[in-house]
């Protein structure tokens, strides 16, 4: 900042998120980042390409096709006194690390009568849109918002992609932070020494007083850009993002829809047992003499998502789904 005027830079979701690593590693001598094809490869996203070069394998760890096994290292070095970074490619493969994350990393602190913490960061893709099929699209982040011992994040801008991260690794327990897949291409603009953010806020990116909406990750921008059309209706929506899954920042969307008295959550996961209808849930139980109609949800379609690119947009919540969702409340009720 110089005389009050912030400068500013526009760099992409994928180039924050390597910055954010770049930065730890320089920071602290007892961080590494380890998993499938981090090293020579450049990770599946492209965002540890040429970290290999300039920080070497002690530090830049490719690892066998083992989730269970790295993720299981990654804990057996964070119990030792280091700070891992564990990249797992997407959401799905977590499933075959599942027993270390649930059962392992974040019950240690519990088990152990407080004695030992496990100061581990888990980064991996989430989301679809990007035709890769059922295997590797799907958004499971909800599962692990479920439990406790762990903390998830789910960035959606670039300032958060550069800046959560850091605040991640210094939190003694292990964090896990689910990037969609969508977002690593998409362009925002930061201050030039952008720096770590904090990761216990939700944030209001668009103020409303119809109806809010609350949303996180790639689906903010579906929101946003559905308020932007439901506003030339004078209809004005407040979106609410997110940001960390666990634990919910429930304040922040409760007195938003006392303001609103309408609340609508779109969310990529599946409807059943999502964290879409955690939040309906919180509101129906401490917000709801406020409600000028039911909450409602908008979520992907209960199916694996498919490759095809009309099927893929049918299943998922899209801007136009959002605005129609957002006029049949505010019309209806109220």
């Known amino acids: 900042m110089t005389d009050g005027i912030v400068k500013m830079r526009t760099i992409t979701y994928r180039e924050a998120v390597r910055e ?26 492209a965002v540890s390409k040429g970290l290999l070069d300039e920080f070497g394998p002690e530090r830049i760890r490719d690892t066998p096709l083992s989730e269970s096994g790295f993720v299981g290292a990654g804990i057996g070095a964070a119990l030792g006194g280091m700070r891992p970074i564990v990249e797992i490619m997407t959401v799905n493969f977590s499933l075959l690390a599942a027993d270390q994350i649930v059962n392992n990393a974040a019950t240690y602190l519990h088990m152990s009568g407080g ?38 994040l789910s960035p959606a801008t670039v300032e958060d992609a550069r800046g959560m991260l850091w605040t991640a690794l210094e939190d003694p327990d292990p964090v896990l932070i689910f990037e969609n897949n969508g977002l690593y291409n998409r362009e925002g603009e930061i201050p030039v020494d952008a720096g770590p953010v904090d990761i216990d806020r939700a944030r209001i990116r668009r103020p409303g007083r119809d109806i809010t909406i609350i949303t996180y990750s790639a689906s903010l921008f579906k929101s946003l850009e559905a308020a932007e059309i439901l506003a030339k209706e004078e209809v004005e929506a407040e979106v609410i993002d997110l940001r960390s899954l666990r634990p919910l920042d429930a304040p922040t969307f409760l007195e938003s829809v006392a303001r609103t008295h309408r ?72």
């Open 20 to 45: 954010a690593i770049c930065e730890a590693l320089q920071k602290d001598h007892q961080v590494f980042l380890m998993g499938e094809d981090v090293g020579r490869y450049g990770g599946c996203f």
């Open 115 to 152: 004695l030992f913490n496990v100061p581990l960061v888990i980064r991996s893709a989430t989301g679809a849109g990007r035709q890769l099929a059922a295997q590797h699209s799907h958004s499971l982040e909800g599962w692990y918002a479920h439990v406790p011992g762990i903390r998830v």
């Open 263 to 334: 609340a609508l959550v779109v969310d990529e996961g599946w409807r059943s047992g999502s964290l879409a209808a955690e939040v309906s849930a919180r509101i129906m139980e401490e917000a709801f003499y406020e409600l000028d109609a039911p909450v409602q949800r908008l979520c992907s379609a209960e199916v694996p998502i498919p490759y095809a690119k009309h099927l893929e947009d049918a299943a998922l919540p899209q801007v136009s789904t959002i605005v129609a969702q957002a006029r049949r409340m505010v019309a209806g009720h109220g």
